[in-house]
């Protein structure tokens, strides 16, 4: 049982370049999410989704799309990525309300 | 709005006991509690509801009190395994429907020998 799945685990870009993170539970989550986690700074919200379909802002969502493909897979891009977007990359599942949030490894992020 | 937690580190011996707050300037729902040891994901501990609950996972217990908007965490007799940085979790709406979890900004704990 994989859990949540992110790829890739380390990634180093050029400033103006573009990139996909991906993401993938195999729990059948109705909820997804993206976190950003910079020293000091906690876990902080990109993008959400409560269901296949739908999409919605977090707290630091300039900067970033988001695709949910199916109930399993849930993709962020970055269109032109800029230094500020350095940062640990978290994705997280759940089955709804009030349960239990499962993240996956982490994406470390370098962007020179 | 991002929960507030205190303090921001505490470093501890072992068998000593500590508390970590958690609060928010919204009314409450429900409050989710995570630990995340260095570069690794963070794990789900527990989530106290509305009604002032108490609950543990290991010798960690938390309270939750939703007139006072805050929760705390309570780690007793404290082992080298409890270091890490603990996270609260609040969703942003008071309904049933939670939505979006936003945390705080972590309390690191040190457990030495």
């Known amino acids: 049982n994989a859990g949540v799945t992110q790829t890739p685990k380390f990634q180093v870009l050029k400033t103006g370049q573009s990139m996909t993170l991906q993401c993938a539970q195999d729990?059948?989550?109705?909820?997804m999410y993206w976190y950003r986690q910079d020293p000091g700074m906690g876990l902080r919200l990109i993008y959400y989704?409560?269901?296949?379909?739908?999409?919605d802002k977090g707290e630091v969502p300039n900067g970033y799309n988001v695709s949910r493909l199916n109930k399993r897979e849930f993709s962020l891009r970055l269109e032109s990525a800029a230094p500020s977007q350095t940062s640990v990359y978290f994705c997280?599942?759940?089955?709804?309300?009030?349960?239990?949030?499962?993240f996956g490894d982490g994406t470390r992020l370098s962007i020179l | 709005q991002q929960p507030v937690q205190s303090p921001q580190a505490v470093i501890l011996r072992e068998g000593e006991d500590a508390v970590i707050n958690c609060s928010s300037s919204?009314?409450?729902?429900?409050v989710h509690w995570y630990r995340q040891k260095h570069g690794e994901a963070p794990v789900f501990l527990m989530i106290?509801?509305?009604?002032?609950e108490q609950k543990g996972h290991e010798k960690i217990s938390a309270s939750f009190n939703e007139k006072k908007q805050q929760s705390s965490l309570y780690l007793t007799a404290s082992q080298l395994s409890y270091s890490g940085t603990y996270f609260c979790?609040?969703?942003?709406?008071?309904?049933?429907?939670?939505?979006?979890?936003?945390f705080g900004q972590g309390t690191t704990l040190q457990v030495k020998p």
């Open positions: 729990m059948n989550h109705n909820s």
């Open positions: 997280a599942s759940r089955i709804g309300s009030d349960q239990p949030q499962h």
């Open positions: 989704s409560a269901s296949e379909g739908t999409t």
């Open positions: 106290l509801l509305k009604g002032g």
């Open positions: 979790g609040t969703p942003t709406r008071t309904s049933s429907n939670t939505g979006k979890l936003i």
């Open positions: 919204k009314a409450l729902y429900s």
